[in-house]
């Protein structure tokens, strides 16, 4: 029995050791294929293929864009000044009306008459003026021939002083009566698109009726706010002079163009924005009432920069750089700073402008590794078929 323990014992350290052996002879052979020449474990890597661009040189509009909502410049409701009843409706409603356009009419009979009342009244004031002042002039020449006393002359002078602020008192009520009557014929304060009527011939209305709207649209404004980080740009654009805006009122729809019209004196603290609004000529009524539109402000041009792809540019923690190609096609980086970006493409410093810059490949690029170019590689297939077929 220990006989076989020690066999068994005896075969176990043969098995482990011929296991060592094969593990170890195994590497050694992997290990000289990898050295051999022509083997592929030498750790090398193979230049990475990438493509590049030319910076371009251009200028740069700088745009802010916003939500903006169309606002008309004046809007009016119209009421009664004096109660009455309508008499006629001389409009329809969705009308475009011009400025002094009759367009409600009311019951003026009682008006008209107080009017004829209040001018009868001054035509008789004139009448006695006119003889108080007959009488003066005579009592002035009895005066004079010492027929009459001063005393009566002083009461003839008194009354037609008289006279004349009654005649004055009675002219101002019949002006007044006019103006009472002209109430009664409403006409458009501007021009502008009528809105709903809400009343008709018959109705009874008194100053608290609303009878419609006119909304003037033409021009019209859009309002829309902008963050306060560009509100130093929009200042700054301003004192240059015009500053362009544009508003997109539907995708089928082309843009429109306007100015800046309005900046507000003061920024809200809560939402860190400040209110802006354009003017837009709207002869074609393209911009609505209430309606949401897109906007953009060219608040800067930036002249002859450099401009390239966005998907150029690599940020991370060291800062914003791209890879740049040498002539002995390695990669060499380049800190760079974005001044502007928008869609595709950014405006550039940092470059000179006739760089070969790194676009698609940078991420497998690493600096003053080379690199192959896309394009070339192509034209190297190209050859290899020539080649493949003359032969």
Known sequence: MKTKNIAIVAGIVVAVGAATWAM??????????AAAPGGKGNGAQPPAVVNVVAPQR?????????????????????????????????????????????????????DRANLDKAQAQVARDRASLADLERQLKRSQDLFAQHFIAQS??????????????????????????GVTTSY??????????????????????????????????DPITVAFTLPESSLPSLLAAQKRGKVEVEALPGADLAPVKGLLS???????????????KAEFDNRETT???????????????LKDAVVIPQNAIITNA?????????????????????VYGAGV????????????????????????????????MGKGKGKDVHVADKG
């Open 184 to 217: 009664t014929a409403i006409r458009a304060p501007m021009s502008g698109r009528v809105g709903g009527i809400n009343v008709y011939p018959g109705s009874l209305v008194q100053p608290a009726t609303s009878l419609t709207t006119i909304t003037q649209l």
């Open 345 to 376: 493409d950014a405006a550039v410093s940092g470059l000179a402008g006739s760089e070969q810059v790194i676009t698609d490949g940078k991420q497998n690029v690493r600096p003053g590794a080379k690199v192959r170019l896309a394009s070339d």
């Open 152 to 177: 009566a002359v002083d009461t003839l002078r008194a009354q037609v002083d008289q006279a004349r602020a009654t005649l004055q008192a009675d002219a101002a009520a019949a002006r007044a009566s």
């Open 58 to 110: 251009q200028d740069v509009a700088v745009v802010q864009q916003a939500n903006g909502t169309v606002t008309p410049i004046r809007t009016v409701d119209l009421h009664p000044q004096t109660t009455a009843t309508i008499r006629q409706v001389h409009i329809k409603e969705g009308q475009f009306v011009k400025q002094g356009e009759l367009m409600f009419s009311l019951d003026d009979r009682e």
């Open 287 to 301: 911009l609505w009432p209430g309606q949401y539109v897109n906007t953009k402000v060219i608040v800067q041009t």
């Open 262 to 276: 309005f900046v507000d004196n003061t920024v809200d603290p809560q939402a860190g924005t400040i209110k802006v």
């Open 318 to 338: 060291q800062g914003t750089f791209v890879y740049v190609l040498e002539k002995d096609h390695s990669a060499r980086l380049v800190p760079v700073r974005r």
């Open 24 to 33: 170890k002879d195994g590497s050694e052979s992997h290990a000289d294929g």
